[in-house]
């Protein structure tokens, strides 16, 4: 994913939230400066290229369907799905998080060797402030929604759990496995509810550029909102 590709569709995003694209790139900005002079890790890496990918999300069904992720090549996590695949003895090779929820966990997982994707938006600068500079920065790939600068990257997505498939993709993944998602989720405030049908959409978006079908999205395609999305 190129940014002048994801540029419109963020553009999209941030206007159906209200969000002001100036604070994405304080925060974008300030993940830069505090990773001046560091060495953040060669996303490259990871190694998903040619490889399938199992994206996880932090849905109900995640212990459940840990079978997705035994048989992928590769594991990204979203979030706190990362620390319930751990437990459950599943290894996890990138963490994709903005820090809101398990910050001290990130921390650690950088000081043992867990790659982490930590990305910067407006609503996160003080997390950014007080928690990467206690990361080992080898470990960390900092991203941003907004246009990459220095060794901030943008390789799409909007949450965590898109973000990490946007990851995968922009990394060469041959193909993406799905677990934990839970787009109808009851459960989360009306602000979170809006944040998944963002997610269903751009991994539709992203399906289409892939020319893939990803099973998290079957029987649902039929009702996705495809009008900010680019023809494919």
Known sequence: MEYD????????VI?????????????????????????TLDHGSLGAA?????????????????????????VFAASTAADRLLAKGVAVDC????????????????HGG???AVHAHGDNIDLIERYVPECNPAWLIPTTQAAPVGPVHNP????DGDRAAFLADHLGARSLAFLGWD???DTVDPMKARKLDWAQRLLYWLERRREERFSVLDGRRGAIDTTALPVC
Not at 64 to 70: G, I, K, M, N, Y
Not at 95 to 110: A, F, G
Not at 156 to 159: I, L, N, V
């Open 15 to 39: 206007a159906d939230f209200g969000f002001d694209r100036t604070g994405d790139e304080r925060a974008r900005d300030l993940l830069a400066r505090v990773l001046d002079g560091e060495t």
């Open 50 to 74: 040619g490889r399938r990918v199992a994206i996880a999300g932090a849905g109900d069904t995640l212990e459940a369907e840990t079978a997705v992720a035994r048989d992928a090549d590769l």
């Open 114 to 116: 867990t790659p982490v």
């Open 156 to 159: 799409g997505g909007f949450t």
């Open 95 to 110: 963490i994709v998080t903005d820090l809101d929820k398990h910050p001290e966990t990130v921390v650690e997982r950088t």
């Open 5 to 12: 590709d994801w540029d419109p569709v963020y553009g999209a």
């Open 183 to 185: 787009f109808d989720d």
